[in-house]
């Protein structure tokens, strides 16, 4: 029992000097310390947490491409849609024209 207890203890060692060693203990402290020290705690400390760890600046190149996508894929919808409507006007005409051949 106490041989297991040992190596469970060095792997935890062993993964708590790997934080330590990647600085990721300290990035926690620091934005664990930030939100304790905020005056109106935030509703989403997750967020709060995310932005700090600067996760939220990571995902904005994300944003960034999908609004530019989202803008390109609008302007095609609206080239689309005039096109679709000039063709029914046309195809409107082209329908009256067979059912009328000999306008007055």
Do not use: C, W
């Not at 905020?38 to 999908?66: M, T």
């Not at 894929?73 to 849609?81: A, G, N, P, R, V």
């Not at 000039?86 to 329908?95: G, S």
């Amino acid at each position: 029992m106490m041989a297991h207890y040992r190596a469970s203890e060095s792997k935890r060692e062993q993964f708590r000097r790997y934080l330590e060693k990647a600085g990721v203990l300290d990035s926690l402290t620091n934005v664990l310390v930030a939100l304790y020290e905020e005056r109106e705690k935030p509703n989403n400390a997750l967020d709060f947490i995310k932005h700090h760890l600067g996760i939220a600046g990571l995902e904005s190149d994300d944003v960034d491409n999908l609004r530019l996508e989202l803008n390109d894929l609008q302007h095609k919808y609206e080239q689309l849609m005039e096109e679709n409507k000039d063709l029914k006007n046309r195809l409107l005409q082209y329908e009256s024209a067979q059912e009328d051949p000999n306008p007055e």
